[in-house]
């Protein structure tokens, strides 16, 4: 399991408590007025060009490419655009993290792995990390703690076409809720230009990207009912002010022009996953349509749901229930196409206990890894084990939904480490193949 898994699986730990607790308003009807308006009282964020040594070494073969950077983060973030990859890294202003910490993005060309564009942004991204001074007494750091329990998108989402990215920036150190602000830049993919920013007041929830607004879920609580709202900003309208919907559901995710909605939170644990009917959604508030036995949101608008529920809970009551859950009736479904793909007998969680699956970065969008759950050995007390291998693929959206059991050439990252140099120092991303296993 990763070190950022750890600590986010420390962090679910810590906050599962937090979410059971509802915390109201203590400040009276008028200052728990839900605000998400340009007037927010919150500094905009500063936007210069990454740093001139960004890419400090550069190579290419047949297979692919290798492109390192000069700069790393504990908590780096490497999505999938139309454009390319796109490496999202947090850099701590002192040892922990603080209000003076930066994001830099960098921006590869898929073809050589060069730089396409870098941005250093004031302030951070807002961080799912756990550090000593994440103080929890501050509303906004204890619902970060607790978005991975409802399987909120986090931070960091990419619209479903692939064009644009959005950034959750620091909120400010306020101690109550009403008094917090917080900002969202969303970004074009392709040229790394501003697209419009959103300034808001309360706890930010969620977020999501469609491929033509942008939907931030706050509320003056830590979870949306009573006082969750939906501010929708279109994307092709960087002044217009945003329009509001009421709801009381969870955001979890979007495809091309909805957003999907959830009563309870998708955390994605899985054996056994918890499932429930989404809601899809338009930017107007109309209700599209519902999707039932949904246990987990992928990104591009894909969803993973059963297709036979009651074999999916048989199952995970059985013996052997890792291979038994893994073979029951399970598809991947497309909201904005409608296409379905058969995962039956392949899982999407390499380790068993991520909240989302670790994303498969193609040059081209976020793709979904399969994998196939195989006995080991015992353990000493004879108990089975279970491990998991990387057996097929799906591409991104426009792919269609297919099944490849070839060799995928996606994007990965690691530290290079050396013994003159800190670990976090350096990163290298590359561009190559990752072999699939036969059954």
Not at 153 to 175: A, F, K, M, R
Not at 374 to 380: F, I, L, N, R
């Amino acid at each position: 399991m990763t070190s950022r898994r750890l600590s986010r699986l420390r962090a679910l730990l810590r906050s599962t408590a937090c979410v059971l607790a509802v915390v109201g308003c203590a400040l009276g009807a008028t200052g728990c007025d839900p605000s998400t308006s340009s007037d927010a009282q919150s500094e905009a964020p500063s936007i210069e060009s990454g740093p001139a040594d960004l890419v400090d070494s550069s190579g290419s073969d047949s297979a692919g490419w290798t492109t390192g950077l000069a700069l790393s983060s504990d908590t780096p973030w490497f999505i999938a655009t139309a454009s390319g990859p796109v490496a999202i890294l947090r850099v701590r202003s002192e040892e922990y993290s603080g209000p003076n910490d930066k994001t830099v993005l960098a921006a590869l060309d898929p073809q050589d792995g060069s730089l396409r564009w870098s941005l250093t942004i004031t302030p951070a991204i807002e961080s799912l990390e756990s550090s000593p001074l994440r103080n929890p007494s501050i509303p906004q750091r204890v619902a970060m703690d607790n978005i991975e329990l409802v399987g909120s998108p986090g931070p960091v989402v990419t619209s479903p076409n692939g064009q644009y990215i959005s950034l959750q920036l620091n909120s400010n150190e306020s101690s109550t809720i009403a008094g917090t602000r917080a900002g969202i830049l969303v970004l074009d993919a392709a040229t790394g230009e501003t697209v419009r920013t959103l300034e808001t007041t309360g706890l930010i929830l969620s977020q999501a990207l469609t491929d033509s607004d942008l939907f931030v879920q706050t509320a003056q609580d830590y979870v949306p009912a009573g006082s969750g709202t939906l501010a929708v900003a279109p994307l092709d309208e960087p002044e217009a002010e945003p329009s509001t919907l009421r709801t009381d559901q969870w955001l979890v995710g979007a495809a091309a022009d909805a957003v999907l909605l959830a009563p309870d939170g998708l955390s994605g644990y899985c054996p056994p996953c918890t499932s429930t009917t989404i809601t899809e959604m338009s930017a107007s508030g109309e209700t599209l349509a519902t999707i039932p036995y949904v246990y987990r949101i992928l990104s591009a608008g894909r969803v993973e749901r059963y297709t036979d529920p009651a074999a999916a809970n048989d199952a995970v009551s059985s013996p052997g229930k890792d291979l038994a859950w893994a073979a029951s009736s399970r598809e991947i479904l497309d909201v904005s196409t409608g296409t379905t793909t058969d995962i039956t007998g392949f899982t999407t969680d390499i380790n068993g206990f991520a909240t989302t699956p670790d994303p498969l970065i193609l040059t081209d969008g976020p793709g979904i890894l399969l994998n196939r759950v195989v006995e080991t050995e015992p353990d000493k007390d004879g108990s089975p084990r279970f491990d998991q291998h990387s057996a097929a693929w799906i591409g991104a959206p426009a792919d269609g939904g297919a099944v490849h059991t070839e060799p995928v050439t996606d994007v990965k990252d690691r530290y290079r480490r050396s013994k003159f140099a800190k670990p976090e120092d350096h990163m290298d991303v590359t561009l190559s193949p990752t072999p699939m296993e036969a059954p």
